[in-house]
Every structure is written in C-alpha cells, then in structure tokens.
C-alpha cells in the first residue's frame, strides 16, 4: 500500500503533464486554421498577430481558436517601438532581455496598441519587418501627394 501511495503523485502529474500537451495542441492546431488566412502570422502563448495586406490582427490563443481578436491598419500607425520590461527598446542596439512587446502608436496618439511576445529575438525580427512596411507604406502615401 505504501507503494501505491508513493505512485499516486507520480500518475497526478502524468495525468496533468498529458492533459496539459493536449490543451497546448488544439491551441497550435486552432492557430493553423487561422492563420491559413494571412501573408505573415506568429503564434505563443501570449498572442497571435496575423498580417494581410497592411492589416494586422491579434488576440488571444485558445483550443477553440483566437479570442479577442483586434485588427488595426498600419496606414493609422505612427510608430513601432520595441518594448523589453515595459520600457522601449533600441532594436539596432540588439534585444534585451525580459519581457517582450510590440507597441503601435497610433497617428491620432490617443491610443497605443501592445502586443506581447515571448521572445525577444521574435519581436525584435517582427519590429524589423513591420518597420519597414510601414516606412513603405507611408514612402507611398507621400508619392501620392
């Protein structure tokens, strides 16, 4: 008996380890169906970002699939900024550590929108790309003025 009760937290865990594998699988598996639908998506355990076009739409992962989805134009962006423990970072610089994010102002400045990451290096290469994009899209919106 006392072999039995020694077992015991040895299957609680398994059993939890097996249960917790599974969740984390339908989330992955939700997350390709969506992200079917994009030019360019991430997926962690904080947020999904999905782009098409100049549209970039996040939210929440989930086993059914992304809640609290946002979408927002790039068009509306003024600035990206790399964001490490809550303070803005300096991508060139390299990327610190902590906790990562990627924070849009908005032209109107009335709002910002921070999408969180769980790499740094991952933020740090989406800042890189979407920078870029942005500075496309407004090199054209200036031609066309």
Excluded: C
């Excluded at 079917?36 to 999905?50: N, P, Q, S, T």
């Excluded at 490490?84 to 902590?98: H, I, L, R």
């Amino acid at each position: 008996m006392e072999r039995g009760l020694l077992w015991l937290p040895l299957l609680v865990l398994f059993i939890w380890l097996a249960w917790s594998g599974w969740n984390e699988y339908q989330k992955v598996e939700a997350y390709r169906v969506w992200a079917e639908h994009f030019d360019r998506a991430k997926y962690d355990i904080y947020a999904v970002l999905g782009q098409k076009g100049d549209h970039l739409t996040w939210g929440k992962p989930t086993r059914k699939g992304p809640i609290s989805l946002s979408t927002f134009s790039l068009n509306d962006i003024q600035t990206i900024q790399l964001i490490a423990d809550g303070q803005a970072s300096d991508p060139k610089t390299g990327p610190g550590k902590g906790r990562a994010a990627l924070r849009f102002i908005s032209k109107t400045q009335a709002e910002s929108i921070t999408v969180p990451f769980t790499e740094m290096s991952l933020a740090a290469k989406w800042e890189q790309y979407l920078q870029q994009e942005l500075q496309r899209l407004q090199a054209d919106v200036s031609e066309e003025i």
